[in-house]
Every structure is written in structure tokens, then in C-alpha cells.
């Protein structure tokens, strides 16, 4: 479906960003592959690897909360993945407007250039903590995703559809409970929040693929939850904190003690394949594409919580996760 066609990717130059590009470049053959995000030294490292050297390639500097630009970059665009997001949480206890103006303004900014400029496909990454938010950046992530749904009904007769993709913790990626173990590790002290903890998990390959798959069946208004392992962050600090003092400290601002992909809430609206959810939006007009999902409807009652997930990771596949995160980012493995 990707080749020949023109894709753009917000937040482009972030771990998501570039290897979704990279798993574009190696899998299709696109006409234009553009890179938007405000951070010209991460751009021109891109321009610089080896694995990004495409004549199919594009770099466009610009800010999702700057709607001129959006409508600038979105001339000529087939596809868009909107990874672009400010998503740390205790930042977001206390920097509230710039998350509001980023994760809100910037999905309303994105619908407009959007329908605007006859773009075909929007596919917006999401979190588990848009569903049943209790932290800031939960909540502006559950506006972004309402906005998204929504807009296939603001889009008129226009072409143009949405959809959001929401799953959990990228494993390895910057921020996440692994490195912050593992960069700890070298001082023989590991910190946890709460010992009860669990998490959803997902590898950054496998996340991509995931998102791509949404983009080719999309019919607009889903929100697609992937079927993915939970971990204990006990079994976590148990893999890799050998030799280490281990201190809890208590949940930061904002901070869920399990964490939820599809809500009872949801569940009316949700169906089950095989590898996914799907939450349907709640309008009539949407009843005519149930038949295209196929799948079966979730009962009453029905939650995917990180805690009661069958899928849940043995201490041994732990250690080896781990193991190939430190090797990857250069942390000593002998765990």
C-alpha cells in the first residue's frame, strides 16, 4: 500500500520516528518519506546514517503546534503517522499548558492540514494511559484520541481518515524503566515506586509493525489495541539487580499502579481478533462497518489490565529482555 505513495511522519528524529522510517525504507518503495519534528541536530544525524539514505527521503523542520507549517508539509501527502508528543509524565504534573498545547492543539492542528490538504490516512499513536487517565499527560493523550475519532465525522466529505493506535511501555526506549535500571545498576542502587507495580510491554520493532498493519486496514475512527505481554516490575528489578540495594520509594505524580489498554467503559465498544482489540466509536453511522472488522464483541465487564493480562512475561524471557536492552545500549549484560 506504501509504494509509490507519499508518507509523512510527525515526530520523525523520535525513537518511534525513525524506526518506523526505517522499516518503510526497508519493506516499501514510497515516493516521498519526510521527516517533520523541531529538532534540527537530530535531522541532520538522520541525514548522516547510513540506514536513512534514500532518495525518497525528506526533512521538514517544524512544530505540531504551528498550523501554517503543518499546511505547508502536508501538500501532496497521502499518509500520515502522527508519533509527535510530549509524553514524560511528572513533566507534565507540572508543565501543563505545554503538554495541552503539544498532545491537544497539535491533534487539532494535524485534523485541519489534514482534511485541508486531501490527505488519505491519519494514524495517531495513543498510550495506555489515555484510558481512565489519572495523570496529565493520560488525559491530553484520551483528548488527542476523542479528536481523532471524531474527525472522520468533521471530515465531511472529504476522503480523508483517522484512526489512533494504543498500546504500552516501549521496551528501551528513552525514559523507559529498563535503561533507568540499568544506568542505576552501575551505582549498585536500583530505586522502585511501588513493589505491586506491573506494565504493559512492547518492543519498539514490534510496535512499528503493529502501527503500519493499522494504517493498511483502517476504515477511520478505531482505536486499535494490540494484544502484548505484562511484566512485574519486581521481576524487572529480580533480572538485573543482582548485587544491588533495591529501595522503594513511592509512586511519582501521576503514576498508575497497573496500567489499562481497554477500559470496562470501552468494552461495549470493543471487538476481539486474534492479535488486537478494537474500540469503535460510539456513533450510529459506524455500525455499517462492523462487518468489515469482523472479530467478536467484548463482554460486559470486560477490562485489559496490565495485572489481570494472561499474557504475562516469566522471570526467565525478563532476563533476556533485559539482557539484549544492555547489550544494545552498551550497559554490561551479566546478569
Not at 516521498?32 to 525528506?58: C, G, N, T, W
Request: glycine share 8%; proline share 6%.
Amino acid at each position: 500500500m506504501l509504494n509509490g505513495k507519499s508518507i509523512l511522519v510527525t515526530g520523525g528524529t523520535g525513537s518511534f520516528g525513525r524506526e518506523c522510517i526505517h522499516q518503510i525504507l526497508k519493506k516499501y518503495k514510497p515516493a516521498r518519506l519526510i521527516v517533520f519534528s523541531r529538532d534540527e541536530l537530530k535531522q541532520s544525524e538522520m541525514q548522516q546514517d547510513p540506514r536513512f539514505h534514500s532518495p525518497a527521503m525528506r526533512y521538514f523542520l517544524g512544530d505540531v503546534r504551528d498550523p501554517e507549517r503543518l499546511q505547508r508539509a502536508f501538500r501532496g501527502v497521502d499518509f500520515v503517522i502522527h508519533a509527535a508528543a510530549l509524553k514524560q509524565v511528572p513533566a507534565a504534573e507540572y508543565n501543563p499548558h505545554e503538554f495541552i498545547k503539544t498532545n491537544i492543539g497539535g491533534a487539532m492542528n494535524i485534523v485541519e492540514a489534514a482534511v485541508n490538504c486531501g490527505v488519505q490516512r491519519v494514524i495517531a499513536l495513543s498510550t495506555d494511559k489515555a484510558a481512565n487517565p489519572i495523570n496529565l499527560y493520560g488525559a491530553t493523550k484520551l483528548c488527542s484520541d476523542k479528536i481523532f475519532v471524531a474527525s472522520n465525522s468533521y471530515a465531511g466529505r472529504s476522503p480523508t481518515r483517522f484512526a489512533a493506535v494504543r498500546y504500552g511501555n516501549v521496551i528501551g526506549s528513552r525514559g523507559s524503566v529498563i535503561p533507568v535500571f540499568l544506568e542505576q545498576r552501575k551505582r549498585g542502587r536500583i530505586t522502585i515506586t511501588d513493589k505491586r507495580m506491573t506494565r504493559f510491554l512492547i518492543s519498539l520493532n514490534n510496535g512499528v509493525e503493529f502501527v503500519l498493519a493499522c494504517l493498511e486496514s483502517m476504515v477511520g475512527g478505531e482505536i486499535f489495541v494490540p494484544k502484548i505481554p505484562s511484566c512485574k516490575i519486581v521481576d524487572l528489578v529480580e533480572a538485573m539487580g543482582t548485587g544491588c540495594t533495591i529501595q522503594e520509594i513511592g509512586r511519582r505524580p501521576g503514576e498508575k499502579l497497573h496500567e489499562i489498554l481497554v477500559s470496562e467503559d470501552d468494552a461495549p465498544m470493543t471487538v476481539e481478533l486474534p492479535d488486537r482489540f478494537i474500540i469503535t466509536p460510539a456513533h450510529p453511522y459506524w455500525s455499517s462497518h462492523m462487518q468489515e472488522l469482523g472479530g467478536m464483541p467484548c463482554p460486559d465487564g470486560f477490562s485489559y489490565v496490565s495485572n489481570t493480562n494472561p499474557y504475562q512475561l516469566p522471570i526467565h524471557r525478563v532476563r533476556e529482555i533485559c539482557r539484549e536492552i544492555a547489550r544494545k545500549l552498551g550497559y554490561d549484560d551479566s546478569f
